[in-house]
């Protein structure tokens, strides 16, 4: 059975910090492109940040690049995301998603999400 489970949200001030993590099983997690997408009330999802399969390179939106981080452990199948000055905007459930590659090319997965409230 496939699960992404994310964990790791909460409440946060601003300027202040959390590190996510998105635990994946029932798939070989080294053959999938994983991403985090965050979805705020009345927007629309977007895409966070990306890591390759083996996690040689990543990429972010401009919105969180110089303040979140993308990374992950092959052999604990996991990714994570360390999120630092964390700004109202910030806010929102974030949703871990894992790509498959090559072979398994086309199937994507989804995780129930995390939320995010950043507050004083």
């Known amino acids: 059975q496939v699960q992404l489970v994310e964990s790791g949200g909460g409440l946060v001030q601003p300027g202040g910090s959390l590190r996510l993590s998105c635990a994946a099983s029932g798939f070989t997690f080294s053959s999938y492109a994983m991403s985090w997408y965050r979805q705020a009330p009345g927007k629309e999802r977007e895409l966070v940040a990306h890591i390759t399969s083996v996690g040689d390179s990543t990429s972010y939106a401009d919105s969180v690049k110089g303040r979140f981080t993308i990374s992950r452990d092959n052999a604990k199948n996991t990714v994570y995301l360390q999120m630092n000055s964390l700004q109202p905007d910030d806010a929102a459930v974030y949703y871990c998603?894992?790509?498959?590659?090559?072979?398994?090319?086309?199937?994507?997965?989804w995780g129930k999400g995390t939320l995010v409230t950043v507050s004083s």
């Open positions: 998603n894992a790509r498959g590659l090559g072979y398994y090319a086309g199937i994507n997965y």
